[in-house]
């Protein structure tokens, strides 16, 4: 019995090493890679804007730090003001038409840029890159085209709505919407992966809930109970942690689907939005 108990225990032994090997590389895996578990850019511009039978400008500027960025200016012909479109991580500037469609028919301008490495923008993504892309893309507006500040709204869906909070902190702006984001990227990446020391891995941050805080412009928090990539309590709690004029809009649906899903809802909540936020600067 003795024998057959340490054959036993051998066994054991081994097996426990061979998973705690494999974890280990789990982690390695992770932790060199994870950027490609944060981004994923798409290069090829599949339509444009004059597909859906808008106006638009090809523009390219400049980051501070040099990269070369792309993005589309499509014009209202009574516009309220400009949309500065902050889209999400996957995909390209391409497949966001139906939003731009959305915003042109509530009589807004739309800035909507790709971040480095996705689409026609030079460079590859990181976390700093986005902030100093979003903020190009804010001179641009301000500077380029003479447009007040206080008359563009930072659009932030998804990773988004943390690149747009960054934005909001730190610039004047008219208003800000935070559609379906999340907490922090370290939030989310432990609810993902609730086996893994993600807080300790992660070299992304893009903390949303803290960027917020520090956001003096009128706030609309967008967020679906029925989103099954971000849940609803991240909506909820960057909306708790957003200080005064702020709103927040329930809608229904999926993830990337909610908005059109919840069109009417969608649409009469921004536009009560931009009706108040707009006349607050008056």
């Given at each position: 019995?003795?024998?057959?108990?340490?054959?036993?225990?051998?066994?054991?032994?081994?097996?426990?090493?061979?998973?705690a090997?494999?974890?280990?590389?789990?982690?390695?895996?992770?932790f060199?890679?994870?950027?490609?578990?944060?981004?994923?850019?798409?290069?090829?511009?599949?339509?444009t804007?004059?597909?859906?039978?808008?106006?638009?400008?090809?523009?390219?500027?400049?980051?501070?730090?040099?990269?070369?960025?792309?993005?589309?200016?499509?014009?209202?012909?009574?516009?309220?003001?400009?949309i500065?479109?902050?889209?999400?991580?996957?995909?390209?500037?391409?497949?966001?038409?139906?939003?731009?469609?959305?915003?042109?028919?509530?009589?807004l301008?739309?800035?909507?840029?790709?971040?480095?490495?996705?689409?026609?923008?030079?460079?590859?993504p990181?976390?700093?890159?986005?902030?100093?892309?979003?903020?190009?893309?804010?001179?641009?507006?301000?500077?380029?085209?003479?447009?007040?500040?206080?008359?563009?709204?930072a659009?932030?869906?998804?990773?988004?709505?943390?690149?747009?909070?960054?934005?909001?902190?730190?610039?004047?702006?008219?208003?800000?919407?935070v559609?379906s984001?999340?907490?922090?990227?370290?939030?989310?990446?432990?609810?993902?992966?609730?086996?893994?020391?993600?807080?300790?891995?992660?070299?992304?941050?893009?903390?949303?809930?803290?960027k917020?805080k520090?956001?003096?412009?009128?706030?609309l928090?967008?967020?679906?109970?029925?989103d099954?990539?971000?849940s609803f309590?991240?909506g909820e709690?960057?909306?708790?942690?957003?200080?005064?004029?702020?709103?927040?809009?329930?809608?229904?649906?999926?993830?990337?689907?909610?908005?059109?899903?919840?069109?009417?809802?969608?649409?009469?909540?921004?536009?009560?939005?931009?009706?108040?936020?707009?006349?607050?600067?008056?």
């Amino acid at each position: 019995m003795s024998g057959e108990s340490g054959q036993i225990w051998a066994i054991v032994r081994n097996a426990i090493t061979v998973i705690a090997s494999l974890y280990l590389l789990l982690l390695l895996f992770m932790f060199i890679f994870q950027s490609r578990l944060v981004y994923f850019p798409r290069q090829e511009i599949e339509m444009t804007p004059e597909i859906a039978g808008f106006n638009y400008e090809d523009i390219y500027f400049r980051a501070e730090d040099g990269v070369e960025l792309h993005g589309w200016f499509i014009p209202s012909g009574s516009s309220r003001g400009v949309i500065l479109f902050c889209h999400g991580n996957a995909g390209n500037i391409s497949h966001r038409l139906e939003t731009i469609k959305i915003f042109n028919e509530l009589n807004l301008s739309v800035f909507i840029f790709d971040y480095r490495g996705y689409g026609k923008s030079a460079g590859k993504p990181s976390e700093n890159g986005t902030y100093l892309d979003v903020d190009a893309a804010w001179i641009y507006l301000s500077s380029s085209r003479k447009i007040d500040p206080h008359r563009i709204i930072a659009f932030g869906r998804s990773l988004g709505g943390a690149v747009a909070a960054n934005l909001a902190s730190e610039r004047p702006l008219g208003g800000i919407i935070v559609e379906s984001s999340f907490t922090s990227v370290k939030d989310l990446g432990s609810e993902i992966y609730p086996f893994l020391p993600v807080r300790l891995l992660s070299r992304f941050d893009y903390g949303t809930l803290e960027k917020i805080k520090k956001v003096p412009c009128p706030k609309l928090i967008i967020h679906s109970r029925n989103d099954e990539m971000i849940s609803f309590r991240h909506g909820e709690r960057i909306y708790e942690a957003a200080s005064e004029p702020k709103e927040f809009l329930e809608i229904s649906g999926t993830h990337n689907e909610g908005f059109l899903i919840s069109l009417d809802r969608y649409k009469s909540g921004i536009d009560s939005f931009l009706k108040r936020t707009l006349v607050f600067y008056k």
